[in-house]
């Protein structure tokens, strides 16, 4: 029985967790495996998503949201990463990436336009940043959006790595996408970017590939996508022009929350999964939980997990969405979170030897799948170098 605490701190966020983890119970673990195996992503199942009120978790519920918070995210995507991180990446792709931002930077008519369908899972959404020469470098990338006589905009360019860019193995592009891209050059002389809207069907826009053979997160779509002089109307550039790095910073901090999230989800997972097989297994004439060497990775891993734990849901509890300004924090639970989450299914691995090793008993899975975390939505290096310079700037927050 779960009780209200700093974890559930309404009545509402605990029905959220226990609505999900009955849907987790029921729909999600049975296909996790099947659906890694195969690289699929499980479209019918997302959309059950919506039919709960979950695609829409942030978004304000005139628009068919569910006008929750970061709280209530960060929930979400525990409990689903608890049974299956490639399908939760999905949906925090749908959800935070593309959902929340638009919700958090769009004007209402775009809102009126786009919401009702991405909440309802009649739409699926992406976010594309990356490009196959630029990651973390985000002011170096290089596609290109230019203003025409009738004032659309014309875009060009390549997007890598896109979660959601395609959703299904045939190729069919996401129905609708955030887009990045270089529209001029500020007065400090660096890139000016803004953000838009493309639609599935746009002439110009297409799925250059589904990127295949992940080492996990294999049950969502990766894919590169392709701007070949791609008319976007001017009704679907998303606030000002140059005003792309705002959506981004805002953005970024409830994706770093979200995939801290994750790391929780998988850590749980992890520790259930090797705190159980101590006692299952013999050796020595003993249960291998007498052993000291085994006590270690159970005993550093719980420290662990329930450090993450608090400082993640303390930075939910302190993050309003779309007020900026939570970075120290975002960046701080991603570094300890994902490395954590890794070195935490590693030792179920380890623990659980040959048997830690096989799908069948998930943890392998959830080792993979805790690798990404360390790099998508910024690397560890971009978080101890972020961390870094905003502690030089307020070195006060270490008083706080
Ligand atoms: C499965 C998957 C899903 C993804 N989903 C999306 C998505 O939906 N949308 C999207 O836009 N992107 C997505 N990405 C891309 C992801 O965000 C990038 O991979 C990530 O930002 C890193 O960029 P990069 O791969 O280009 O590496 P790079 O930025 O080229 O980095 C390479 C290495 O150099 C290091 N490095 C770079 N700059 C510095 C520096 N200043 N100081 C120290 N070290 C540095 C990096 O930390 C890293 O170790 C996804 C990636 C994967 C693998």
Partial sequence: MLTSDMYNPSEEHLMVREMVRDFVQEHVEPQA???????????????????????????????????????????????????????????LAHSMLFVNNLAVNGSDEQKARFLPGVCSGLAIGCMAMSEPDVGTDVLGLSSTAVQNEEGDWVLNGRKMWITNGCIDDEGTPADIVWVYAKTGVDDNGRNSLSTFLVEKGTPGYSVGQKIMD???MRASNTAELLFDDCVVPAANMVGKKG???????????????????????????????????????????????????????????????RAMRAYIYDTARKMSLGVGGH??????????????????????????GGYGYVGEYVVERLWRDAKLLEIGGGTLESHQKNITKDLSKDPDAILR
């Fill in 33 to 91: 495996l099947e659906h890694d195996r195969m690289e699929k992503f499980n479209l019918d199942m997302f959309k059950q998503l919506g039919e709960l009120g979950l695609l829409g978790l942030t978004a304000p519920e005139e628009f068919g949201g569910a006008g929750m918070d970061a709280t209530a995210a960060v929930i979400v995507h525990e409990e689903l990463s608890a049974s299956d991180p490639g399908f939760a990446l999905a949906y």
């Fill in 243 to 305: 005003s792309a790095l705002i959506h981004m910073m805002r953005n970024l901090e409830i994706e770093r929350l979200t995939l801290a999230a994750m790391a929780v989800g998988i850590s749980r997972r992890s520790l259930q999964a090797m705190n159980r097989y101590a006692d299952e297994r013999q050796a020595f004439g003993k249960a291998i939980r007498d052993f000291g060497q085994i006590q270690r990775h159970i005993g550093e891993s719980w420290a662990e997990f």
């Fill in 214 to 216: 992940k080492t996990g």
């Fill in 327 to 352: 970075r120290l924090d975002s960046d701080g639970i991603k570094l300890f979170a994902t490395t954590a989450a890794k070195n935490i299914a590693d030792r179920a691995i380890q623990v659980m």
